[in-house]
């Protein structure tokens, strides 16, 4: 008869001389202790009966065990008289069979693990995709040894010891359907051997496979700059072996044509763009019929930029409801944010859209001109856009640069009632004296168009007092060459940088997908931020980063060591 022990309980009595104690339940390891020590346990004249509840009468006593193949058993005897054996879990070994120490194909250039047959893995050390990537190797042998996998860890090793172990823990149905449970150490022993690419790099570093050409055909660099940090954060050019700042753009090359078109798809998700491609043969085994080419992928970003001011051409202003024609960009992603500031109405280009229009912009944000302002009066409720506030406002402004000139006073009705104050200065576009040959703005010549478009509040002023002071944050930059043709001016390269930096002060929706780090040179004093005032636009220490450096670290152990 076939007996359930995993059904019910055993109960123990024990007698020694006149004493009694009756257990229950009782542990199976604590069984166990009793096989061990059945001789010294018998010589001291104590007796030990088992019971198990599951139609079991008597289970053992000391002179029912025996040893067979040197494996502790004991005889259970049922209602039905029949023995039966049983194996304690603690003597089985269910990892017999199973795979203990393996191989990894490692890169030590670019920390990649082969995956058979040519493909490789970027993987980190004891990350979950490692761990992953491990234990995929042990389910083929596991799954023939009916090992089912339960649970898996890293055990720590030294960096440099090429060595990667894991615990493992593992469960097999053994006699009667008994469930057991088990754990040991697999170890992965890394072989290095360089990944193709690695290896082409290393023999000329110059062989490059895809090259990505990224352009933008205007007179600044503030899109490049934003897109460097969107880049960084993504870590979308990890896998370029070279950058090189163009005159008008930033070339990209890689050791493999994937890298490549990966690449041209990102900057496709966070700018609207066209690109097309072609490649170039390199050499041909006319016996293997294997064909090596070069790859050149071309992508044109939009030439619209944010607070450009638009004329939209006739046809696209009917398409979009008569809107405009006057209208400002108020966001680029991979779609064109478009504002009338006269009525507040707004919309959006995506890439296709705007290339088949393919329209440029009236005036840049080059062409800024400050005003200040004289009165302001609210005109309709507070309005919100994309997460943006925006009032309706009449406002009365005049140039600055007209003080002392002449006392021409601009009546404009501007989006911006909610930031602008009397005796507040402002950005804005100088249609009044502006001097444009757009054609598109020739077909509006017989309608009112408006003198001056308000784009921003300026601080300026306020900025004077802080000039020279380092910020509490930083950013971080791509390392890239500088080609001959892209040695642009110096200073105008400074300047624009430092715009960009502004913008991020003064736009939490500019800086939201980008990261930001603490600047650990800078020292806040209470004295500047009393005479700096509150209304000056900065970055709250919460959006900020750590900015760690790992190889400072390693050194300090190395030190710490020696």
């Known amino acids: 008869m076939v007996t359930d022990l995993r059904m019910g309980e055993f109960w123990a009595d024990l007698r020694l001389h ?42 053992f006593d000391f002179s029912d065990i025996r040893c067979l193949r040197r494996r502790p058993t004991f005889s259970m005897f049922g209602s039905s008289g029949m023995a039966e054996e049983t ?46 990537f491990c234990l995929k190797k042990l389910q083929k042998n596991m799954n023939s040894n ?70 933008q055909h205007v007179s600044h660099r503030r899109t490049f700059f934003y897109l460097e940090q969107l880049i960084l954060k993504h870590g979308a050019a990890a896998s370029a072996i070279r950058i090189k700042q163009m005159e008008q753009g930033i070339d990209f090359f890689f050791s493999n044509r994937s890298h490549g078109v990966k690449f041209v798809e990102f900057i496709g998700k966070v700018a609207p763009v066209k690109s097309r491609h072609d490649k ?47 209208v400002i960009c108020t966001k680029v992603t991979n779609s064109i944010a478009l504002l009338d500031p006269l009525t507040l109405r707004h919309c959006f280009l ?19 001109v400050e005003y200040i302002v004289l ?34 006073i601009f009546t404009v009705k501007t989006h911006l009632g909610h930031l602008l104050n009397p005796g507040d200065y402002a950005l804005g576009y100088d249609l009044y004296g502006a001097n444009s040959n757009d054609m598109e703005l020739d077909k509006y010549r017989g309608r009112a168009l408006p003198e001056v478009i308000l784009v921003k509040k300026s601080y300026e002023e306020k900025r004077q007092k802080k000039r020279g002071k380092p910020r509490s944050w930083k950013l971080k930059s791509l390392d890239m ?43 806040p004093s209470e004295m500047a931020s009393v005479a700096d005032g509150d209304e000056l636009p900065s970055v709250p220490l919460d959006e900020l980063l750590a900015d760690l450096d790992l190889s400072e670290d390693e050194d300090e152990e190395d030190n710490m060591t020696e």
């Open 146 to 215: 009916k090992v089912r996998l339960v649970h898996a860890e890293f055990i720590w090793t030294e960096p440099h010891s090429k060595r990667i172990k894991v615990k493992v823990k593992v469960q097999k149905e053994v006699l009667n359907g008994a469930i057991l449970e088990q754990s040991y150490p697999v170890e992965y022993v890394q072989q290095e051997h360089m990944c193709e690419s690695c290896s082409r790099v290393q023999a000329n570093p110059d062989q490059w496979v895809a090259a990505v050409q990224l352009r």
């Open 350 to 368: 995506d890439a296709d859209q705007y290339w088949r229009a393919s329209f440029k912009s009236l005036l840049t944000s080059r062409q800024l």
């Open 280 to 326: 170039q043969l390199v050499s041909h085994d006319p016996k293997s019929n294997n064909y090596n080419y070069k790859y050149t992928f071309s992508v044109e970003i939009s030439p619209i930029c944010r607070e450009d001011l638009i004329c939209l051409p006739p046809k696209v202003a009917v398409s979009l409801g008569n809107m405009g024609p006057i």
């Open 87 to 132: 194996v304690f879990a603690s003597e089985v070994d269910i990892t017999e069979g199973l795979l203990k120490r393996l191989v990894l194909v490692h890169c030590p250039e670019c920390e990649s693990y082969l995956q058979p047959p040519r493909s490789w893995v970027k993987l980190q050390l004891e990350s979950k995709e490692l761990l992953t």
């Open 375 to 408: 009165d302001v009066e609210v005109v309709s409720s507070e309005v919100t856009i994309g997460g943006t506030k925006y009032l309706l406002a009449d406002a009365q402004v005049a140039r600055v640069s007209d003080f002392g000139k002449n006392d021409t």
């Open 18 to 59: 006149r004493h009694h104690i009756l257990l229950r339940p009782l542990p199976l390891n604590l069984i166990a202790s009793f096989l061990s020590f059945q001789s010294f346990l018998g010589s001291v004249g104590l007796t030990i009966r088992i019971w198990h509840t599951n139609k079991v009468d008597r289970l």
């Open 481 to 523: 060459e500088v080609d001959d043709k892209g040695r642009v001016d110096q200073d105008k390269m400074v300047s624009e940088y430092e715009q960009f930096l502004k913008d991020l002060e003064e736009n939490p929706d500019l800086r939201f997908n980008i990261s930001l780090y603490r600047n650990k040179e800078y020292q």
